[in-house]
């Protein structure tokens, strides 16, 4: 346990990988969202924005990353596979549960300050605000973990057979997707996914997504289990 | 020898199977605790990839790699004992060799900062650039540092000198020695630059195409060979019956590379069939063993072949 912290202490060392980048992107990622409603004429109409989504795009890069360069390093610090990533995915589960609590603190503001004066809506979309405060916190963090660990996942596939590994993954992901469209178009099951879709909530949202998420983590973790610096 | 003991390294007839090449072949081997030794051999000879296995970082095919032991793989216990930089070792993309030092310090309970502050003035490496900026020989300077400076139980060098310089590369063999007299510990150096490790080292391994073929104190190798030179015909009856591992002839003139050691009824017989003796060097020894055993491997094989 006590390398576990280690390992995070480890890729804390340089502060701008897993702190500085993604503050600067997140205050970049508000300002630019203001300047754009800014110039857009105020008709009284809610203007809204993805830009949430930039710091979690990062993570995945940054996933892939954690993998590729830090692994064949831990490895040569003595660290074991299993630590390592019990202090990796530690350390990104503690930076991604501070965003999701600053995003919805932020949502707060937003929707005191009738969105940012400027009728704005970036953290407190209508879908989610209305939701319970914890409901909310994990989506963020539910969505954030999972970006993490699909970039984890690929950087460890990737380790272990290359390209190969890769080109069969994309190929299989995709004969499972269009299967799946094939199926639901056969049996008429359009309507109902639809339905489906739109039912769902941002506490059933995560619940799926958690889901993913252990299938994600568990994945890695076999993967990584027989990865080769 | 005393089995009770338990070895720093033990192999249990290892085998490495790549797809189509057998990096290790059926290796068995055992080193005893607070030695310096040197993995010789030439490039893919297996050295590396039997470093990876006994540190856990790579996979065997068959057989047991055992460190203290017990495996390395995903074992912390085995793992903080020992330290392996690869030759073409890794960093985090925006790390500075200062922050490697600092994660070192972190991982390895023996770090000694000053000590690595004193080799980081000594192979003039700039502490802050990025370790991504650094040339090839600053690059293996950190890895030599890391792995001074660690002072694992056992340490692993893996060809640490590839871009050093000359003096660098001698300042790496000094503070190594003093180091060691002052920390004995296991030292596994690999390295093809035999002449110059040779001094340092006390046991000898000679790998090549994935087997051991020397397993030695280093004393008692450089005794195990010597050149005989003088007429060919006088050569011919002297060495009659020794196995010879390098013939050359110039004319009427020969020097031979023979394996064994001589008495001094010998060396007077040799003196007066008018024939020089000399001591062959680690670096001559190993490579004539080397090429002796690829011969040998290819006389095998071609006769394998023949028979199919």
């Known amino acids: 346990m006590n390398s576990a912290v280690n390992v995070a202490r480890m890729q804390l060392i340089n502060k701008w990988t897993f702190l500085g980048i993604p503050a600067v992107i997140m205050v970049a990622a508000f300002l630019i969202t203001l300047a754009i409603w800014a110039m857009i004429p105020a008709t009284g109409v809610t203007v809204y924005s993805g830009a949430v989504q930039a710091v979690m795009w990062y993570f995945l890069a940054l996933g892939v990353q954690s993998l590729t360069l830090t692994f064949p390093f831990s490895q040569a610090m003595s660290v074991s596979r299993r630590t ?8 990104f589960a503690v930076v991604a549960l501070a965003i999701s609590v600053l995003y919805y603190l932020l949502g707060l503001v937003e929707v005191a300050t009738n969105g940012w004066g400027l009728n704005g809506q970036l953290y407190a979309l209508d879908w989610l605000a209305g939701s319970n405060p914890v409901v909310q916190i994990l989506f963020y963090f539910i969505t954030m973990v999972a970006l993490f660990m699909i970039g984890f996942w690929f950087a460890t596939i990737y380790r272990r057979w290359q390209a190969t590994g890769m080109l069969i993954s994309w190929i299989a992901i995709a004969v499972v997707l269009i299967g799946l469209a094939g199926l639901t178009t056969w049996q008429g099951w359009w309507p109902a996914v639809g339905q489906w879709f739109v039912a769902q909530t941002p506490l059933t949202v995560s619940g799926w997504a958690a889901l993913f998420c252990l299938v994600l983590g568990g994945g890695s973790y076999l993967t990584l289990r027989r990865a080769v610096p | 020898m ?38 010789l051999g030439r490039n893919g000879a297996g050295k590396t990839t039997l470093m990876s296995v006994l540190t856990g970082q790579g996979f065997q095919s068959s057989g047991e790699a055992l460190i203290f ?41 023996n770090w000694d900062q000053a000590f690595a502050e004193r080799l980081v003035e000594d192979f003039q490496l700039p502490p802050k650039r990025r370790i991504k900026k650094l040339s090839r020989g600053q690059l293996s300077a950190v890895g030599v540092i890391i792995g001074l400076a660690s002072r694992a139980d056992i340490t692993f060098f893996d060809e640490p000198y590839l871009g050093l310089d000359a003096v660098a590369r001698q300042i790496f063999y000094d503070r190594l020695v003093e180091d060691f007299a002052e920390n004995p510990r296991t030292i596994i150096l690999s390295s093809h630059l035999i002449d110059e490790v040779a001094n340092l080292l006390e046991h000898v391994v000679l790998m090549d195409g994935g087997r051991i073929i020397m397993d030695d104190d280093a004393d008692s190798i450089r005794g195990t060979a010597f050149t005989v030179a003088g007429n060919a015909t006088s050569i011919q009856s002297f060495v009659a019956g020794r196995e010879v591992l390098h013939r050359e002839s110039l004319g009427s003139l020969a020097s031979v590379t023979v394996q064994g050691r001589l008495s001094e009824v010998e060396r007077a017989e040799a003196a007066e069939l008018g024939l020089d003796l000399a001591p062959v060097s680690l670096q001559q020894l190993v490579v004539r063993k080397t090429m002796a055993a690829t011969d040998t491997a290819a006389e095998n094989d071609a006769e394998v072949g023949a028979l199919k």
Do not use: M, W
């Not at chain 2, 338990?6 to 192999?11: G, Q």
């Not at chain 2, 912390?76 to 960093?91: A, G, H, M, N, W």
């Open chain 1, 84 to 91: 390592f990533y019990i202090g990796t995915v530690g350390l």
């Open chain 2, 2 to 39: 005393n089995s009770q003991i338990t070895p720093a390294v033990e192999l249990r007839q290892v085998t490495k199977t790549y797809r189509d090449a057998k990096a290790l072949d059926n290796v068995s081997l055992r080193l005893e605790g607070d030695r310096i030794y040197g993995l």
């Open chain 2, 69 to 109: 032991g017990q495996r390395a793989y995903e074992n912390d216990d085995v793992l903080s004992r020992i330290c392996f930089i690869r030759e073409s070792q890794k960093y985090p993309d925006d790390f500075s060799a200062k922050q490697a030092f600092k994660s070192a310090a972190l991982f390895f309970k």
